[in-house]
Every structure is written in C-alpha cells, then in structure tokens.
C-alpha cells in the first residue's frame, strides 16, 4: 500500500467552515456560573457574535479558546498573530462599530466574516442564528475594522 501525502488545507475548510455555519443555531448559548446562578450569557442568540467567531477561529487554530465578547476575542487574535488589514479579504474578520442600544443602556460591538462577493456571515439577534448579510453595514453599523491571519495565505 502506498503511503499518501495528505495535508489539511486551512483556508479551504476554514471558509467552508464559516459557509456551512448559515442558518445554525449551535452558536445560541453558553452558560456560565454568575454568582452561583448558571446564566445563558449569550441571552438566547442575542449576544453571540464573538462566541461564533471565536469559536470558528479556535477550532481551525487561529485563536486560542471561544469567547464570550468581541473584546476577549480580539485580544485573543491579537495574540495569535491577526492583523488589521485595509480591503476585505475572502476569510477575514469584520469588527463593526459600537451600537448603542437604548432600550438596555448598553454598547455592543458585532464581528464576523467577509465570505466575498459583498457578503458578511454572522450571528442575527433578531434570527438568533448565523446569518449571511451585506458586508458594509450591520444594522446601520459600520466597519470598524477587518483583521487577516497570514496562515491563510498558504
């Protein structure tokens, strides 16, 4: 028998990766203990975004660990060797600017995927899943800014 050279090609399945996670509901919860009381952190899908990202980015070996926020993500690839980058790039993260929501009093940042052709795939809080959608805004959000892994290069 004839021993075959076979290696995992990371972008390919790490964009695949992100494609297939559209319409998943995987992404909805985590729970973590809050003052002795288990909490849904993720509000039921409202909140998930970096959960998504980040667990996207851990299980391809871009990141460390899932996270529950934007901002633990983003130190997490900072650490991994992510870099802010100028035009979007099939595979790499979008960060789009602070909302305010009013009815809660709270910011949020948003982050996902630039998946081409001016689409973005990430976590809907009304749909509480993942999500494809234009790239430039999200809910009347800008881009922030787009961060590549040069792994994704080879």
Same mark, same amino acid.
């Given at each position: 028998?004839? #021993?075959?050279?076979?290696?995992?090609d *990371? &972008? /390919?399945t790490? $964009?695949a990766t !992100?494609?297939?996670?559209?319409?998943?509901?995987?992404f909805r919860?985590l729970?973590?203990k809050v003052?002795?009381e288990?909490? /849904?952190?993720m509000?039921d899908?409202?909140l998930?975004?970096?959960?998504?990202?980040?667990? +996207?980015l851990a @299980?391809?070996k $871009?990141?460390?660990?899932?996270h529950?926020?934007?901002?633990?993500?983003l @130190?997490d690839?900072k650490?991994?060797?992510w +870099?802010? +980058?100028?035009e979007?790039?099939v595979?790499c993260?979008i960060v789009?600017?602070n909302?305010?929501?009013?009815?809660s009093n709270?910011?949020h940042q948003h !982050?996902?995927f630039y !998946?081409?052709?001016?689409?973005a795939?990430?976590?809907?809080? #009304?749909? &509480?899943?993942i999500?494809?959608?234009?790239y430039?805004?999200?809910?009347g959000?800008? +881009?922030?800014?787009l *961060?590549?892994h040069?792994q @994704?290069?080879?």
């Amino acid at each position: 028998m004839n #021993k075959q050279d076979v290696q995992l090609d *990371l &972008r /390919d399945t790490y $964009l695949a990766t !992100i494609k297939n996670s559209v319409g998943s509901t995987m992404f909805r919860n985590l729970y973590a203990k809050v003052n002795g009381e288990t909490v /849904d952190v993720m509000r039921d899908g409202d909140l998930s975004c970096a959960f998504f990202v980040s667990s +996207i980015l851990a @299980l391809s070996k $871009l990141c460390t660990s899932a996270h529950a926020t934007v901002d633990t993500t983003l @130190l997490d690839m900072k650490k991994s060797g992510w +870099i802010d +980058i100028d035009e979007p790039r099939v595979g790499c993260v979008i960060v789009w600017e602070n909302k305010h929501f009013e009815e809660s009093n709270e910011a949020h940042q948003h !982050i996902g995927f630039y !998946i081409g052709d001016d689409k973005a795939v990430s976590n809907s809080d #009304k749909a &509480r899943a993942i999500a494809e959608h234009p790239y430039q805004s999200h809910n009347g959000r800008g +881009i922030s800014h787009l *961060l590549w892994h040069p792994q @994704l290069d080879a």
